[in-house]
Nanobody
Framework: QVQLVESGGGLVQAGGSLRLSCTASGRTFSSGVMGWFRQAPGQKREFVAAITLFSGRTFFLDSVKGRVTISRDGAKNTVYLQMNILKPEATTVYYC??????????????????WGQGTQVTVSS
């Protein structure tokens, strides 16, 4: 089974930046989609960004466009989420996810079949 491990979360002041990493194992990293979601307490999981592993095409939640980037490193089997100009509302657990089909780029949770354990991001004001 595919295993996803996130890292890079932590405490950052509003306006600062963080880069989250997700390293995958157990499945090819050359096809499919990798995405990032976030989930605040009491809230549903929310799509943030996705990248197609073959072409590198990227997709973003409208509210984070211009402040986040997603990238991949095939040699390291790793996907990154660079978050800039962080706001307190970004204080959530961030999850990395993997999906086999292109449809995962549209951000539907059910298009992903593997999930990481999550990494906490806390943005202080």
């Amino acid at each position: 089974q595919v295993q996803l491990v996130e890292s890079g979360g932590g405490l950052v002041q509003a306006g600062g930046s963080l880069r989250l990493s997700c390293t995958a194992s157990g499945r090819t990293f050359s096809s499919g989609v990798m995405g990032w979601f976030r989930q605040a307490p009491g809230q549903k999981r929310e799509f943030v960004a996705a990248i197609t592993l073959f072409s590198g095409r990227t997709f973003f939640l409208d509210s984070v466009k211009g402040r986040v980037t997603i990238s991949r490193d095939g040699a390291k089997n790793t996907v990154y989420l660079q978050m800039n100009i962080l706001k307190p509302e970004a204080t959530t657990v961030y999850y990395c996810a993997s999906g086999p089909l292109y449809s995962a780029v549209y951000g539907r949770e059910n298009a992903y079949d593997a999930w990481g354990q999550g990494t906490q991001v806390t943005v202080s004001s």
